[in-house]
């Protein structure tokens, strides 16, 4: 347990589906991250939020539209995606935005997102 | 951030420490060497990090070299449980930084045998 809680576990969506992923973080941080790690390749680094206002967006399609309320929950809203979307979506947050190298990253267990 | 390169797999048994190499020849001094690892279809765990000195906490050791070009990862007695893609990730201690620069290369995939 991470005190980084993603839901749904699983999900599987047409392309013209409007669905959502949620990020819960108990650990009091400050900072909150959406990550992308397609089969076989590296994380992709999506958005960062600090203080629950965008940081950075690193160039990332506008059919992912994240939303911050606050700084405990995070959510990734999909809408028209492509199968090429399909991918383990994964919530982080740290105690302050990665700007120090002694941050550390606390991962939740992900999203197993399929797009048919 | 200095670029990485780790072993793209490597086994070890049961019982047995395993020792996860990295080099990061062009390290600058003030960047941190982090190691996560990520267990499949889970997301990344942190395990240790460290700027000089060698470091160890309840999960493993960090051997880092005096040159600061190579570092090594200790996990004293593997478990089946070990078994996971092992990062090694270096990054600068900067205000002015970005997230981007926390990059997750391959890693190296452990398999610790029975």
């Known amino acids: 347990e991470t005190g980084v809680t993603q839901t749904p576990r699983h999900l599987v969506m047409g392309m013209t589906n409007k669905k959502s992923l949620k990020c819960e973080q108990h650990l009091g941080h400050n900072a909150m991250y959406w990550y992308k790690q397609s089969a076989k390749k590296p994380l992709e680094l999506m958005f960062v939020y600090n203080f629950k206002e965008q940081t950075e967006n690193n160039s990332v399609p506008s059919r992912f539209s994240p939303e911050c309320p606050n700084s405990s929950h995070l959510f990734l809203h999909l809408h028209t995606l492509q199968p090429e979307d399909s991918a383990l979506y994964l919530c982080?947050?740290?105690?302050?935005?990665?700007?120090?190298?002694?941050?550390?990253?606390?991962f939740g267990s992900g999203t197993q997102l399929s797009v048919l | 951030d200095a670029k990485t390169t780790q072993p793209p797999s490597m086994d070890c048994a049961e019982g047995r420490a395993a020792n996860l190499p990295c080099n990061h020849s062009t390290i600058s001094g003030n960047e941190y060497v982090y190691w996560y690892r990520q267990i499949h279809s889970q997301g990344p765990q942190y395990i240790i990090h460290g700027l000089k000195n060698n470091e160890t906490n309840e999960m493993a050791s960090l051997i880092i070299t005096e040159d600061r070009k190579s570092s090594t990862l200790i996990l004293p007695h593997a478990t089946l449980r070990d078994t996971a893609v092992y990062y090694c990730?270096?990054?600068?201690?900067?205000?002015?930084?970005?997230?981007?620069?926390?990059?997750f290369g391959s890693g190296t995939q452990l398999t610790v045998l029975p």
């Open positions: 990730i270096v990054r600068v201690n900067q205000l002015s930084g970005s997230a981007r620069q926390l990059t």
């Open positions: 982080a947050s740290s105690r302050a935005v990665l700007t120090r190298g002694n941050e550390k990253l606390f």
